[in-house]
């Protein structure tokens, strides 16, 4: 088994602990020092990402979102560029402002998993490539952060009105219909928030990926290397 250094910065009472080791694999995970520091490494992804949500220039500006666009969705908006491509603009900046409300929901799910996270977790961790911490997260919450948020994005999109005006823009049209549940010109309100809270939880995830991959060295560095 791999050896790893271990360096970490760990807040404890009102004084700052450095502690920096080279332990085994087996060592550092079942240690209550390690189990601490990857919770607070997730702890900070989250709080970036939560940074992000609650911030609606940040959100827009953050491709990490974008690349989570489900893919019906990205079917309607490139429909959309075409008849009327203002909505398209509106309707991510609908989304943005829906997501500042989701980080009160989301957050308290994703702290509880990661407190949730024991010496079998860590270990698979330590073992597996960049970005396994963020997997094991998304595994324990994913369906439940979607679930959770749906009703607020739904909410939100209602009082927008912006699945009213998409429907508007789309008549006549066959197309999208039935993509979202709706009839042969009209895009359904519950589809288009279940799609939109699942950008919102894919790009979370993908944020809280990103920070973990460019700051997992930092945390965990194999020897030699």
């Given amino acids: 088994m791999k050896k790893y250094i271990f360096a970490a910065a760990l807040m ?29 490494f997730l702890i900070n992804g989250i709080d970036k990402g939560m940074g992000i949500y609650s911030n609606k220039d940040a959100f827009l500006q953050n491709n990490m979102v974008d690349k989570a666009l489900p893919k019906q969705l990205r079917e309607i908006n490139s429909t959309l560029e075409k008849i009327a491509p203002s909505l398209v603009a509106k309707e991510r900046e609908y989304i943005a402002q829906a997501a500042s409300y989701t980080v009160n929901i989301s957050k308290p799910i994703l702290v509880d998993a990661v407190n949730s996270l024991n010496a079998q977790d860590v270990t698979r961790i330590i073992q597996g490539e960049k970005g ?6 998304k595994e324990k919450t994913a369906q439940r952060l979607v679930a959770a948020i749906t009703p607020k994005v739904d909410e939100q999109l209602n009082q927008y009105g912006i699945v009213k005006t998409i429907n508007t823009a789309l008549s006549g049209s066959n197309l999208l219909g039935s993509l979202l549940g709706g009839n042969s010109n009209t895009v359904n309100a519950g589809g288009l928030s279940q799609l939109a809270s699942e950008q919102l939880v894919n790009g979370l995830f993908n944020i809280i990926e990103d920070y973990e991959i460019q700051n997992s060295k930092a945390l965990l560095g194999p020897l030699g290397k």
């Fill in 132 to 137: 396994t911490a963020t997997q094991i997260l």
């Fill in 12 to 40: 404890l009472g009102v004084g700052t602990v450095i502690y920096t080791s080279v332990q085994s694999c087996t060592t550092l995970a079942t240690s209550d020092l390690g189990l601490s520091v990857i919770k607070r």
